[in-house]
């Protein structure tokens, strides 16, 4: 009897902690019931459709939902993405993945728990008239360098890749806005796909861009990180946060134009016709066919790590394995299965 009696409460704990891990931990359709935590969430760029996964998560609720009143903080050029999530200025980060592992060299500890372009945007881009159509034809030619872009030493790599002589090259620093590829200053520059070749598209000109990942250089681009002493204190909230956030992008995948009109309440000073031509240039970027939305595979983090040795900006020796958490995707994705 005493037997049957243990065996019935084993069974009735079992059933409950499913039910548990099901309902509270594992469904993401459930609504936190916690204490609300205010954080911030600090972008490396000015408000754009490139977060368009964030603005809408935290416009329709998906941040609320899971217990967060979150602040969308754009980049100012006072401090770097990286100095404010250590100083606790926010709590999560969106940066490169280049500029996590150099972080990380200099022996700051943050974590990548998710990325976002698995396809980096990077790319070169000239007028049509110019008939520039491959890294080859740069040669002779003026290339312009966006001044302080990460896109500069990828191009650097991408040259380096192909074998192409850089002297046979003429490379001038040049700004952001496209002003020195219409009057002719320079012959092709770096850019983001998503954004510098669409501003000369809309004034009316015929564009050729290359995406440097075509010629084997591609790192990872706007990786989600935080410190890894957030993982360590309260990995609930960084669950919370992941899981609204991929939420939010899935929503974008599935209503787009919803999606841009949400992106507009914070780049007021763009238009609907840029969100809208970025939006659909990032999502074969984001959804390129590799894997699940966020997910990281070591591979792509050896290869980032590889360009910027080759590169000479990264000099020690740093273990990979430790730039990336995968628990929180996992989490995620196997709360999707049940």
Known sequence: MKKNILTIIFVILIVFSFAYYFYFHKNNNVKYSGVVDNINLKLNWVHQSEYAGNYVALDKGFYKKKGLEVKIIPFDFKSSVVDSVMKGEASFGIMGADQLLIAREQGIPVKAIAVIYKTNPAAMYSLKKNNIYKPTDFVGKTIGLEKGSNTVYLYKAMMNKLKIDRKLVKEVDIGFDGKEILDGTVDASTSFIINEPNLIKEKG????????SDYGVNVYSDIIFTTEDLIRTNPQLVERFLSATLDGWQYVFEN???????????????????????????IPLINDGSSSLGW??????????EVLTDQGIISKKINVKDAFDMQFLSDFYASKKI
């Open 205 to 212: 000109y015929d564009v050729n861009t290359i995406l440097m």
């Open 256 to 282: 787009q134009e919803e999606a841009v009109n949400i992106v507009l309440k914070y780049a007021v000073n763009s238009s609907k016709t840029h969100e809208m031509d970025m939006l659909n240039d990032s």
């Open 296 to 305: 990281m595979e070591l591979n792509r983090w050896k290869q980032t790590l």
